[in-house]
């Protein structure tokens, strides 16, 4: 019982009971329009439904188990001496998957700071593993344009990356004719919600949270493939790693 009232009781579904109450009282068009807004963009169900597309057609958890071709990281920041969690969680995937490979396997990486990178994943895979690591650019618009010129377009590949950013890795791979799948471990953000019987009378802040990301994602690659045509803001050479 306590699991069921108590979603009741957060300030946000208390916003939207108090948005039903006066669309039904004034009987406003647009009150209207924002309660199902406010509802559809919230709600726990819909939200779910959104996270398995988004989990079946856009990325994977983890490696294929039957993949035999190479892998391409995209890069997490850091620095000379060291690299944040969101990068070690991405190697630490990789080396996972080649550490069960008889056959030898090259890893793309794209960062500005190689050596931390190199470093920490040699380590983990076998000693046959090649190593192609470069800084592609600013954005992951720069990184594909210049992984385009790098990668043999005959093979698959995985590209790890965070689920924040898969769609735009999984268009863009599409649209340069990379044969390959986006593997990105989920977010707290991009993970099922528990969907019980208030589910569906209520709202959840994670659930906004999941449609401004995909909201500002999809808005970036329609940004990009607007202008790819006539511009050329993402067409710049590797710069020197560090």
Not at 14 to 30: D, E, P
Not at 92 to 100: I, L
Not at 207 to 218: Q, V
Not at 223 to 231: D, E, Q
């Amino acid at each position: 019982m306590k699991d069921f009232i108590e979603p009741f009781l957060y300030p946000h579904n208390l916003f939207l009971f108090g948005l039903v109450i006066a669309a039904l009282r004034y009987k406003k068009v647009g009150l209207w329009f924002l309660v199902i807004w406010f509802y559809a963009f919230g709600n726990g169900w819909v939200a779910n439904q959104v996270r398995d597309w988004y989990g079946s057609e856009i990325s994977q958890a983890e490696v294929p188990t039957n993949f035999n071709g190479d892998f391409v990281v995209l890069g997490c920041g850091g620095d000379e001496m060291s690299i944040p969690d969101c990068a070690k969680s991405r190697l630490d995937q990789v080396a996972n998957a080649v550490g069960a490979r008889l056959d030898p396997v090259t890893i793309h990486m794209t960062t500005l700071y190689c050596t931390p990178y190199l470093n920490y994943l040699k380590a983990k895979v076998p000693p046959q593993t090649r190593f192609d690591c470069f800084h592609g650019g600013e954005t992951t618009y720069h990184e594909f344009f210049n992984l385009d010129q790098r990668l043999d377009h005959a093979k698959s590949f995985v590209f790890v990356t965070s689920d924040y950013h898969a769609f735009r890795v999984h268009k863009l791979a599409q649209s340069y004719g990379l044969n390959g799948v986006v593997v990105a471990a989920p977010s707290s953000t991009f993970r099922p919600v528990n969907c019980r019987a208030s589910c569906y009378l209520t709202v959840n802040l994670s659930n906004f949270d999941l449609f401004a990301k995909l909201t500002a994602e999809m808005s970036s690659y329609l940004v990009y493939s607007s202008t790819a045509r006539w511009t050329r803001w993402y067409k710049e050479p590797p710069q020197p790693t560090r």
